[in-house]
């Protein structure tokens, strides 16, 4: 049963991230009045493109990057808005069996680092049939954490270290944090990348959108059928709706006038974080990185995998990527360390010395408008999680790439959360569903 409403005709969107533009597009679109309000000087959010010391007018990813075969929505978004997605590169063996799990699918010789060894020849056969015997004689249990499935089959400090770098291209959590779950279900399969970088899907759904940057929102405050959103400079703007985009562990540092349910609450202190970062170089001897590296290599080590960023350049210097996570503060403060971490993954991977020509690293765990990497949402919960998350709180509606069970924590997420919530701010104009009117109409 439906009931006939005012259509909603302006909407403030908090968070110029994926899932903010995605949904400020979709309103625009249908011609609603709509104001992002963007705490950061940029846009984007977690998708964040840099160029400025790379040679040849190349960039590197710091957010977001890999694009994978089941991003519907994103890889909708990028044809319609004209964004160019690159040809497929395996980071799994393309030969994986239908009956092998993901994890096996990246046990592939001369792509695992371990003790600053690349695993090869006999060292790689070892490890690898370890690894193979004890999936086969003990399999990982539903949800078993990781670190403890490696205790129970007995596997070898040299079979550990090789699967502690594969399984946190899964996740970005520690073994002793990871649910095995990750790791047997579904493939990563061929990864794409946007051309050019994040930022040109960024820039596409920002175009002619009024955004205001360097505006952190303070508050969000309901009443007499509107909302109103309080800056951190002070200044209030009035809408019919509210679209909350800021990631899962800022939303507990926005105010909200009437608080939050005890339930939204308890469920988003309760997520887990993946802390860390990447840290991105450039080096000279192009040709030698994009043999050793455009498939991923794996580390046992802090930078638990790094890769080519821009595979689609095939002359000139490479840019690679290294993935920073986990509990080694060392690492992720550091930018000398970081950036020495990086080039002896490279070193070894290439097997010969490599020259550095830039480099840039960020954590994204003290940045106070992510506050980490972001979060997978678990795999037991993560359905009635992201309902959780999704639903509207009378006026206000969520977004954000915590806000979708399967695929939380991407980039996917974050755009079909996006297309959610501006759905449920236009859907049926001025049509409300019965079971919304209590908490819309005589609550709010
Ligand atoms: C290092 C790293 C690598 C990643 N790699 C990949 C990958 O390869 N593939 C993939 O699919 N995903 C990847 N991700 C995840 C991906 O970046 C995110 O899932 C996605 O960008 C999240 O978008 P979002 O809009 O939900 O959140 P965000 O991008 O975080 O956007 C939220 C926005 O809200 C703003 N904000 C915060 N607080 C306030 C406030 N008080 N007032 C106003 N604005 C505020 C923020 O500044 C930000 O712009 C990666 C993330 C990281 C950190």
């Known amino acids: ?129 370890e690894i193979r015997k004890a999936l086969r004689n003990a399999p990982l249990a539903r949800h078993e954490i990781f670190e403890q499935w490696t205790r129970r089959a007995r596997l070898s400090p040299r079979a550990r270290g090789a699967l502690s770098g594969v399984l946190r291209m899964a996740v970005q959590y520690d073994p002793f944090q990871t649910d095995g779950q990750h790791l047997v279900e579904g493939r990563l399969g061929a990864v794409r990348r946007i051309v050019g970088g994040s930022r040109r899907l960024v820039e596409a759904l920002a175009r002619g959108i009024d955004i205001r940057l360097d505006t952190p929102v303070l508050a969000v405050r309901q009443s007499g059928g ?84 821009n595979p689609y350049v095939t002359q000139g210097p490479a840019v690679v990527s290294g993935f920073l996570c986990g509990a080694d503060r060392q690492f992720l403060e550091s930018d000398d360390a970081a950036v020495a971490g990086l080039d002896a993954v490279v070193e070894t991977a290439v097997g010969s010395p490599v020259t550095r020509i830039a480099a840039t690293r960020k954590d994204w765990t003290p940045d106070r408008f ?50 959610r919530a501006a759905d449920e701010v236009l859907r049926r104009p001025g049509r409300m569903q019965l079971a919304e009117i209590d908490s819309t109409l005589v609550r709010g």
């Open 1 to 129: 049963m439906e009931l006939i409403t005012r259509t909603p005709t302006s909407t403030v969107v908090v968070g110029a991230g994926l899932a903010g533009l995605t949904a400020a597009r979709r309103l625009v679109d249908a011609g609603s009045e709509v104001t992002v309000l963007e705490a950061r000087d940029r846009l984007g959010g977690r998708a964040h493109s840099v160029t400025d010391s790379f040679a040849e007018g190349q960039h590197g990813d710091l957010g977001a990057e890999l694009v994978l075969r089941h991003y519907d929505s994103l890889i909708r978004t990028c044809g319609e808005l004209g964004v160019e997605l690159s040809d497929p590169v395996f980071f799994e063996r393309p030969d994986t069996k239908p009956d092998e799990t993901s994890l096996e699918g990246f046990l592939d010789e001369g792509r695992i680092i371990v003790d600053g060894e690349l695993l090869t020849g006999e060292a790689f056969r070892e490890v690898d049939t």
């Open 370 to 419: 992510a506050l980490a990497m972001g979060t997978t949402l678990p795999a037991a919960q993560r359905g009635s999680l992201a309902a959780q998350f999704a639903f509207p709180d009378r006026r206000v509606h969520f977004a954000g790439d915590y806000t979708v069970g399967r695929l939380s924590g991407t980039m996917e997420a974050a755009v079909r959360s996006g297309e």
């Open 226 to 309: 509107r909302v109103t959103v309080e800056t951190e400079s002070g200044e209030t703007i009035s809408a019919d709706r509210v679209i909350v985009a800021v990631p899962p562990f800022v939303v507990p540092t926005l105010g909200f006038d009437p608080p939050l349910p005890a339930t939204r609450i308890g469920a988003l202190t309760s997520l887990q974080r993946a802390s860390g970062g990447k840290v991105i170089a450039q080096y000279a001897e192009g040709d030698a990185v994009r043999a050793a590296l455009t498939r991923g290599v794996f580390s046992d080590g802090p930078i638990n995998i790094a890769w080519v960023g």
